[in-house]
């Protein structure tokens, strides 16, 4: 990809960090991204890549910070991107979170971690896990041991590091299925999707072998159980450590886990479903006097299940005031700096239905900005349910020294881009 | 950055440094160097610190040394005689016990961006290639690269090449990447690094052991290869099944690309990688990342190119979503328009009407193009809604729509009886969209009954009208006007001319004005015949369905920076589709011995390459020959074989001096035919085949094969376009 340097802006555009991989670039040409950047804007015409003459600019934006790789050659975007977000993800992983105050005062660490990634523009060491090892935050002493490079650099099982140790053996899966809704103004489902994945965190000892079992279509019609409830799953991924090749041979999901946290796979299902939440809504604006807000919202799942800290914003003109609120059941508060209601119920149970009236005025002198059709966005969590009713049947720890270890599942649904259009 | 005080400061930090005191308490000389590193990060000139940090690196403390080769990384170009002091503690470092220390010290060093600096790094560089712990191996691959780039013009190490190329057999999967990548910036000037069979072999069987940015690059690397036989490509290609569904994005689509190219011969092939690869560039057009989303978006764009329907059914994937920033959801726009059809427009428009009434006016009018472009297929849906929304009275929608009009009368005609009747209704049109509405009045006028008093009131209000061009649009249209309803034009045209002859400054508008005049002065029929001239397009008709391209048109630039901004309006697009790629004549599929060869557009050779036909070739000769040499080039023309009489067609090879040695008589599949033609001091040898019945899915095509002694790729490029241009006139001739 040969990114030919790296560097990290403030929303200013001043530089927080340069580093020149290739040395084939002037470092002062970062000076002209902000400039194009602006004129861009103005423009209407901003666009992730950035050209000026030979140069290159591939950028994310990310919480305060601009992340701007230059490059003279003719790269892979998608892997420029990518490494981009890779970068953040270790930032991350290392100071919590992202952003301005953490770069300036973990510069030295920025710097550490900035030259094992990549070296001459080439991506290097890019999993946070091994970089953990090896890079830490305090500074090391040689008489004390300095690090040597993990032996997950040369190991054939790279995301996991050897003699590993723990005093309880356990693993912990977690089925997250989250779910994205479009529906248009007139009420019809424009999009609607299940993004599921499954996430593990590994406290086990040595290099275990986990094999899992999941109630997939596809294998049960190899292994004839044909009759037993199921799910077809589309466009699954898997983490680098699931032996592929069993895979595509007879479904078998087996593989030696990293250690700690990380997403074994992911998987999308197009099946169109009920939405979970249904909202209706009526907007009515009297202009120069007031808005009146009608919210019906129906829980449209089993009745075992409840939904849990369920948030619905809804729109409201930015210079509507004296907010009322009347609700059958959880909180109503006005969100200023959001020109919203937040309407809040902690528990809503399944096959409900709840209803919320909110009365703005409106000052009687109008401003002539057209006002954008923001969409009701929903977040919600479903616990102990699975939209596609996926199923762990399964998982196996084999390890050699033969220890007992304990898997636990949990599964949950949770609003992923959850939008309803609103006239 | 010109700190106030910043002189003080380095004077300080000097005192520091070099206080005993201070190097005696180890993490107080740290704190120093950390302040140092802070002010260099900001801008602060240091580099006058730069003996006190060279005492500062023999260290123990690992994170100092970094701290402190990094400084040195930043000002060895500046202070090179003093750099050269640092190098003794680094090169005692390449020996450390720790590879973490030899790696450190070997990267650092290689850094050190300074004229002279070979001789010092070599002995290392090359002790570092066979260190035992990879880790320094990796650094040691890319020093070589480095090593390079310090001088670039000298002679190419032949034994550190070879050394390379050894390395690509490294256990450790990172090593034989660097070293692909050493490679390729080494051997840069040769065409980089020779992809053979063994290697394209290793490469193919290390593929699962490696990161994904390693595979995304290896997959490049590989399009160089070309295998050699239909059986090897297509144990590659199921090789590389896999790889076409990978959880990366940048994966998947490294590996279509290359699907492509190998399977260039195979169209079915292509098909079929393309509907496979659909999944995950859909799932990328849904990434959480806005960049990814939007590289994905420009992906289906290409992808769409030949595969116009392949995302039909998907429609709903690329409506925009509320938050998403204006470049994305222009993107998604205009694959909307691309991916209509009969099944899904009534839920597209629908969506696409939604966006009309945007708080972006931007946005606003990207959308409703989007419709006027939608309408040149769907008339009448569209012109409901384009009319609907005039009814809106918000100016930048309605100039919007009214240049829609304009452009769907010029290309559906049909549609003009309907865009009159409401131009009727839209009197005072706002800025922007004047000339449009001029445009219509004046060449529909006859069908638009409050047309001349439309226009009276622009030509009234001529004074305060301050753009030229709407002015010159109002006198053309005056002109038509009159031509068609004179009895109530001819006293506003007599004003307008007077305005525009004796008043107007503007030159233009008044050379326009007297050109009118004159014209009108040789009479109405003579003017007629000057001034109108079609009224629509003659060379469209309804279009039905879009021209699909052939895949090879992007294959050569897909998965890079090309497609993201090839519709920016940027005049530096030329350098980035040139930059790396020969894409401009891309269609041509060359074989590994002629990449290095700078390509050139197919059509600046045709003038300069002359065949002449010399004296005959027996047939023996030429077979001999034929099965001595090695195809150098082959290429679907994307048509089937004239369907004239054969000997029409030797004649016309004839004519372009290219002798035909044999062909298959009359309509027995497969057709081949030979021929031959010498050009420059070379001998060209080719074979025309259609039906191969190895590639049954394309046997409606022309298949060129070409082979030459001695090789010149600039003639093949030359005969092979004449040779194209014959076939295509042969076969409009015959149809």
């Known amino acids: ?423 | 950055m010109p700190y106030f005080g910043s002189e003080e400061m380095v004077k300080e930090l000097k005192r520091a440094l070099s206080n005993p005191n201070v190097q005696a308490d180890r993490l107080r000389y740290k704190n120093y160097i950390t302040k140092v590193i802070r002010y260099m990060t900001q801008g602060l000139d240091v580099s006058a610190l730069f003996m006190d940090m060279v005492k500062a690196s023999a260290t123990v403390d690992i994170a100092q040394k970094k701290l402190v080769y990094l400084y040195m990384c930043t000002y060895a170009s500046d202070k090179p005689d003093l750099a050269l002091l640092a190098i003794n503690t680094l090169r005692k470092d390449c020996a450390d016990p720790n590879p973490m220390v030899r790696g450190l010290a070997l990267r650092n060093m290689c850094n050190f961006r300074m004229p002279g600096m070979t001789e010092y790094i070599e002995q290392p560089i090359v002790a570092g290639l066979r260190d035992k712990a990879s880790y320094v191996r990796r650094v040691a691959v890319l020093g070589c690269a480095k090593m390079h780039s310090l001088q670039p013009n000298t002679d190419i190490d032949g034994t550190i090449v070879n050394e390379l190329y050894a390395l690509l057999r490294d256990p450790d999967p990172v090593v034989v990447v660097n070293c692909l990548r050493a490679l390729e910036e080494i051997l840069k000037d040769e065409g980089g690094v020779v992809i053979n069979k063994p290697i394209a072999h290793h490469l193919l069987n290390r593929m699962k052991d490696l990161d994904s940015w390693a595979q995304s690059e290896v997959l490049t690397f590989l399009l160089r290869y070309r295998p050699r036989s239909d059986d090897e490509l297509f144990d590659i290609l199921s090789l590389l099944d896999s790889f076409l569904q990978s959880a990366h994005a940048h994966v998947a689509v490294a590996t279509l690309r290359l699907f492509l190219q190998l399977a260039s011969a195979h169209p079915a092939v292509q098909a079929d990688a393309l509907l496979c690869t659909s999944a995950p560039l859909l799932a990328t057009c849904g990434a959480a990342s806005r960049e990814l989303r939007f590289a994905g978006l420009c992906h289906v764009q290409q992808v769409m190119r030949s595969q116009p329907g392949l995302f039909g059914t998907h429609y709903k994937r690329f409506f925009c979503g509320y938050s998403e920033p204006t470049y994305i959801k222009f993107r998604k726009m205009e694959i909307l328009v691309e991916l209509v059809n009969d099944e899904n427009v009534a839920l597209v428009l629908e969506e696409l009407r939604s966006y009309c009434t945007d708080v972006s006016p931007e946005l606003a009018q990207a959308a409703i193009a989007a419709i006027g472009r939608i309408a040149q297929t769907y008339s009448e849906k569209c012109l409901d809604i384009l009319t609907g929304l005039l009814a809106l009275k918000q100016d930048h929608i309605t100039s919007a729509v009214i240049q829609m009009f304009r452009d769907l009368v010029w290309f559906c005609p049909q549609s003009t009886a309907a865009v009159c009747q409401t131009v009727e209704a839209c009197v005072d049109s706002p800025q922007d969209s004047e000339q449009a509405l001029l445009w219509l009045l004046g060449e529909h006028g006859d069908q638009i009954s409050s047309a001349p008093y439309v226009m009276e009131g622009y030509i009234d209000g001529l004074k305060t009208e301050l753009s030229s061009a709407v002015k010159m649009e109002l006198l053309t249209a005056s002109v038509k006007m009159f031509l068609c309803r004179p009895a109530e034009t001819q006293d506003m045209l007599g004003r307008l001319l007077h305005y525009c002859i004796e008043e107007e400054s503007d030159v233009c508008v008044r050379d326009r004005a007297l050109l009118c005049y004159r014209l009108l002065q040789r009479g109405v029929e003579e003017t007629r015949k000057v001034v109108t001239g079609p009224k629509s397009d003659p060379s469209m008709s309804v279009l039905t369905g879009r021209q699909e391209e052939p895949i090879s048109q992007w294959a050569s630039t897909f998965n890079t920076l090309g497609p993201l901004s090839g519709c920016d309006l940027c005049p530096q697009t030329a350098v980035i589709s040139a930059a790396d790629q020969p894409s401009s004549s891309a269609e041509k599929e060359l074989l590994p011995e002629s990449t290095d060869v700078t390509l050139s557009s197919p059509d600046d050779t045709e003038e300069e390459i002359s065949l002449s036909l010399g004296p005959p070739l027996s047939h023996e000769t030429f077979e001999k020959m034929w099965l001595d040499l090695e195809i150098l080039q082959r290429q679907t023309m994307g048509f089937p074989r004239p369907r004239t009489a054969l000997d029409t067609l030797q004649a016309a090879l004839q004519l372009v001096k290219i002798q035909t040695l044999a062909f298959t008589p009359g309509a027995t599949v497969p057709w081949k035919a030979y021929i031959y033609t010498r050009s420059t001091g070379t001998l060209i040898l080719a074979e025309l085949l259609q039906g191969d019945q190895h590639a049954p899915g394309i046997d409606e095509s022309l298949v060129v094969s070409v082979k030459q002694q001695p090789v010149n790729q600039h003639a093949i490029r030359g005969f092979v376009s004449i040779l194209k241009g014959v076939l295509q006139t042969l076969n409009v001739d015959s149809s």
């Not at chain 1, 030919?4 to 340069?18: E, N, T, W």
């Not at chain 1, 902000?34 to 209407?44: G, H, L, Q, S, V």
């Not at chain 1, 779910?179 to 590994?202: D, Q």
């Not at chain 1, 898997?238 to 997403?263: A, K, M, W, Y």
């Open chain 1, 1 to 423: 990809m040969a990114a030919s340097a790296i560097f990290i802006l403030d929303l200013k555009g001043k530089v927080l960090i340069c580093r020149n991989y290739m040395g084939n670039v002037n470092i002062n040409e970062i000076d002209n991204f902000m400039p194009i950047m602006m004129k861009r804007e103005e423009d209407a015409d901003l666009s992730p890549v950035v050209i000026h003459g030979s140069t290159h600019f591939l950028w994310i934006k990310h919480s305060n910070l601009y992340l701007v790789a230059i490059t003279k050659k003719n790269t892979n975007a998608a892997l420029v991107y990518s490494f981009l977000y890779k970068l953040v993800e270790v930032f991350t992983e290392y100071f919590k979170s992202l952003e301005e105050e953490s770069i300036r005062d973990n510069f030295v660490t920025v710097y550490e971690l900035m030259d094992e990634v990549m070296d001459f523009g080439f991506p290097q060491t890019t999993d946070s896990k091994i970089l953990l090892e090896y890079i830490t935050q305090r500074g090391h002493k040689l008489e004390v041991g300095a690090p040597r490079p993990p032996a997950t650099v040369t190991n054939a099982v790279s995301w996991r590091s050897e003699g590993i140790k723990y005093r309880k053996n356990e693993v912990f899966m977690d089925v997250i299925e989250s779910v994205n809704l479009l529906v248009s103004a007139t009420g019809s489902v424009l999009r609607s999707e299940i993004l599921g994945c499954i996430k593990l965190k590994v406290v086990l000892s040595g290099m275990p072998e986990l094999r899992l079992g999941l109630n997939d279509k596809v294998l049960f019609e190899i292994t004839g159980r044909e009759k037993s409830k199921s799910v077809e799953l589309e466009d699954v991924k898997f983490h680098q450590c699931v032996r592929l090749s069993r895979f595509e041979n007879d479904r078998t999901i087996s593989f030696i886990p990293p250690d700690g946290e990380s997403e074994l796979m992911s998987y999308r299902l197009n099946t169109t479903v009920k939405p979970l939440i249904w909202i209706e809504s009526v907007i009515e604006k009297f202009s120069h006097s007031r808005v009146e807000i009608k919210v019906k919202a129906r829980s449209q799942f089993k009745s075992r299940s409840t939904a849990n800290n369920v948030s619905i914003l809804v729109p409201v003109p930015s210079d509507a005031d004296s907010p009322k609120f009347k609700t059958t059941t959880g909180q109503a508060k006005w969100v200023p700096e959001k020109s919203a209601v937040e309407w809040n119920i902690k528990s809503f149970p399944g096959g409900k239905e709840f209803m919320m009236r909110a009365h703005f005025g409106l000052p009687s002198v109008e401003s002539d900005v057209l006002e954008a059709k923001r969409p009701i966005t929903v977040k919600f969590e479903i616990p102990y349910f699975t939209v596609s009713g996926i199923q762990v049947r399964y998982l196996k720890i084999i390890a050699k020294s033969g220890y007992q270890a304990l898997p636990w599942v949990r599964y949950i649904t949770q609003s992923g881009d959850y939008q309803l259009r609103t006239n």
